[in-house]
T-cell receptor, first 114, second 115 residues
Framework: GNSVTQMEGPVTLSEEAFLTINCTYT??????LFWYVQYPGEGLQLLLK?????DKGSNKGFEATYRKETTSFHLEKGSVQVSDSAVYFC?????????????FGRGTSLIVHP | GAGVSQSPSNKVTEKGKDVELRCDPI?????LYWYRQRLGQGLEFLIY????????KSGLPSDRFSAERTGESVSTLTIQRTQQEDSAVYLC?????????????FGPGTRLTVL
């Protein structure tokens, strides 16, 4: 079956530091890959996505590239802000046996200090 | 409204009582999902509806959990004889489910506390 593994948190950074949150996956076929963000007290919202190999998703300064050769979709940002403090979820979804049930990672908490 | 809505936002109940949670998906979204998120944990898939097909109930943790959906609109998740371990945030998401792109649109969740 499908699976998503992301680095455990919390990740604690100072403002303007470089961020990487690792995500690797196992899947059959050619899934789409997603990063969702959950700000404190809120529901999940899509941050970025990539639907095929070598695609780069980007939004709000965050980027992730769909690497089929390494089955990875690492999230990066060059300069984090306090407002980026949230929980980040890596996810995949594809047509696995006719089912469109997404698989989510366990989430990585990011804490950014001023 | 334009987004997914859920009600109630908070529910406190006593052990053994039944609860019903509601989800209104985005109009036109054929797929609807329920997830459970325990404190500090990831998302646990519960059930998935797609159009008029039979729902995928493979994630329901016990027969105390059930869900219904009317056509491509409102869904209700029912938990019978609630237990303390049912305490969690229950998230609903809907999707257009275009092949190769299953972007999920989440509601704000219902926080369930079982005393």
């Amino acid at each position: 079956g499908n699976s998503v593994t992301q680095m455990e948190g919390p990740v604690t950074l100072s403002e303007e530091a470089f961020l990487t949150i690792n995500c690797t996956y196992t899947a059959t076929g050619y899934p789409s890959l997603f990063w969702y963000v959950q700000y404190p007290g809120e529901g999940l919202q899509l941050l970025l996505k990539a639907t095929k190999a070598d695609d780069k998703g980007s939004n709000k300064g965050f980027e992730a590239t769909y690497r089929k050769e390494t089955t990875s979709f690492h999230l990066e940002k060059g300069s984090v802000q306090v407002s980026d403090s949230a929980v980040y979820f890596c996810a995949l979804s594809g047509n696995s046996g006719g089912s469109y049930i997404p698989t989510f990672g366990r989430g990585t908490s990011l804490i950014v200090h001023p | 409204g334009a987004g997914v809505s859920q009600s109630p936002s908070n529910k406190v109940t006593e052990k053994g009582k039944d609860v019903e949670l509601r989800c209104d998906p985005i109009s036109g979204h054929t797929a609807l999902y329920w997830y459970r998120q325990r404190l500090g944990q990831g998302l646990e898939f519960l059930i998935y509806f797609q159009g008029n097909s039979a729902p995928d109930k493979s994630g329901l943790p016990s027969d105390r959990f059930s869900a219904e959906r009317t056509g491509e609109s409102v869904s209700t998740l029912t938990i019978q004889r609630t237990q303390q371990e049912d305490s969690a945030v229950y998230l609903c998401a809907s999707s257009l489910l275009i092949a190769g792109d299953n972007e999920q649109f989440f509601g704000p969740g219902t926080r369930l506390t079982v005393l």
